[in-house]
């Protein structure tokens, strides 16, 4: 108890309240001390005259001598001042009980929200961040430190719940092509009649789907490496790099139908080359998955109140509003986990037709401040 802080601050509490009264209650003593001795009976003796006591005389007043009025006077002080000390003292040992007491009750009342803070952190457990605080009052200090704890879990929750995804992703898109190479491998393996023609067409398959994996482990790799700081962050232009990766897509977009629109505007950030060419990458791979001949595809950059953009718009069908399982995908996780890593965002918009969707990356601009934008781009709100 005594290592508390509420025991601290109740015991500091009555020391600066017994303190003062000590002080007040001193100062008055010494005062009164200073104005008895100033005073004199000698005015109010009448020595030589009658009593008279219901108009019967009784007898008269002494003479006293000067000297022997002083003696009195000192004697009647001596009393007085005895018994106002003895007084101060019960009114200070009755003020510092006082004092604890009411130093106890404040303490409790003003550490009340901190106590509620202290269970909460307590309660939480990392796989459950809903818990949230929700302190109501006066904007003070302690109103804005829940303020502040509240904020730090939603961050932490949408952090938590964004490595839950990424995690579900990478098993899910990982173990696919794992098991497509298991099953046509066991397929062949088992028919004895088998020829090579039939391994030449697994060894494809496996080929196929190896290359995907590694080119799953290589966006996995560099995501790891951009999270653990390992990567250096440059000033980068995306201008340049949406132009750069229009001119890399044209052509094979070209032979499948599909027409490829560049709208490259100038856009500087800090960033990490090869992870955001990783993530605009896989935007690109992912429209054109959902791409039919015929239809358009569009990549642009720029800057909005500060904060970079680069987007890819496709004509598909769009992602639903809550994807299966709640996964969006390895490739549209990786590009999250990049975002984030680069204090920005991910943002998918449907079209104004509800068809294709346009998927931007929100990267902070030199003077960006506050959370990234979780909009399109020139969209107030």
Do not use: C
Not at 44 to 58: N, Q
Not at 282 to 307: K, P, Q, R, Y
């Amino acid at each position: 108890m005594r290592d508390s802080l509420r025991f601290r601050l109740s015991v500091q509490y009555s020391a600066i309240v017994f303190g003062l009264g000590g002080a007040l209650l001193g100062l008055v003593y010494l005062a009164l001390r200073n104005w008895l001795r100033g005073q004199t009976m000698t005015q109010y003796v009448w020595s030589g005259r009658p009593v008279v006591v219901d108009g019967v005389e009784v007898g008269v007043l002494p003479t006293l001598a000067t000297r022997e009025v002083r003696m009195i006077e000192s004697v009647y002080n001596e009393i007085v001042l005895n018994q106002v000390a003895k007084w101060t003292i019960v009114a200070l040992v009755a003020l510092f009980l006082l004092s604890m007491v009411v130093g106890w009750v404040m303490s409790g009342r003003v550490l009340r929200p901190v106590e509620e803070i202290t269970n909460v952190a307590r309660d939480i457990q990392a796989f459950d961040l809903s818990r949230r605080i929700g302190l109501e009052g006066p904007d003070d200090e302690i109103t804005r430190l829940a303020a502040t704890f509240d904020s730090m879990l939603e961050r932490l929750d949408r952090a938590f719940a964004s490595q839950r995804r990424f995690l579900a992703d990478t098993s899910h898109d990982l173990r696919t092509p794992l098991a497509v190479i298991r099953s046509n491998v066991e397929v062949v393996a088992d028919d004895k009649a088998a020829t090579v023609g039939d391994w030449r067409e697994v060894g494809g398959i496996v080929q196929r789907n190896t290359e995907k994996m590694s080119e799953m482990i290589d966006g996995l790799l560099a995501t790891a490496r951009l999270q653990t700081g390992k990567a250096q962050a440059v000033a980068l232009s995306l201008e340049d790099l949406v132009a750069s990766k229009g001119s890399e897509y044209s052509k094979p977009l070209a032979e499948k139908g599909i027409s490829l629109v560049i709208d490259a505007a100038p856009a500087l950030v800090e960033g990490v080359p090869v992870s955001l060419d990783r993530a605009l990458t896989n935007l690109l791979d992912n429209a054109i998955v959902v791409s039919e001949a015929g239809s358009e595809i569009t990549i642009a950059s720029g800057m909005d109140d500060d904060w970079a953009w680069m987007a890819v718009t496709d004509r598909g069908p769009g992602l639903p509003e809550e994807p299966e399982g709640g996964r969006i995908g390895l490739g549209l996780s990786i590009v999250e986990q990049i975002a984030e890593a680069h204090a920005g965002s991910l943002v998918s918009t449907p079209g104004p037709d509800g068809a294709g969707t346009t998927m931007t990356i929100w990267l902070p601009g030199p003077g960006a401040d506050g959370p990234a934008p979780v909009r399109a781009p020139f969209t107030k709100g």
